[in-house]
């Protein structure tokens, strides 16, 4: 095999094995994970964050809930936005 020849395939394997690292580096692997914070009026929300989404939303505190958060007196509104 002639050195041009063998340099170029050496040159293609480099520049596919190069494409192929800078892919795995932009692959968005999403873990769940699980989240607490306090918002500004008070209330500890509890939610977990998969891909993105926020599942299993609650509150924990404090006892009393503030009345902007009920809407019919019975029903808690989660906000929009929890953790930006």
């Known amino acids: 095999m002639n050195t041009k020849v063998k340099n ?8 596919f094995s190069i494409v192929f690292l800078i892919a ?10 699980a989240v607490e914070e306090t918002d500004s009026k008070g209330i500890t ?9 926020a599942t299993n939303v609650y509150a924990t505190s404090p006892t009393t809930i503030n009345a902007s958060y009920l809407t019919d007196g019975t029903t808690l509104v989660v906000p929009d936005t929890l953790g930006g």
């Open 8 to 15: 170029n395939k050496i040159l293609k394997f480099c520049i």
């Open 24 to 33: 795995l580096l932009f692959i968005n692997v999403d873990e769940a994970y």
């Open 45 to 53: 929300w509890n939610y977990t964050v998969n891909s993105g989404k």
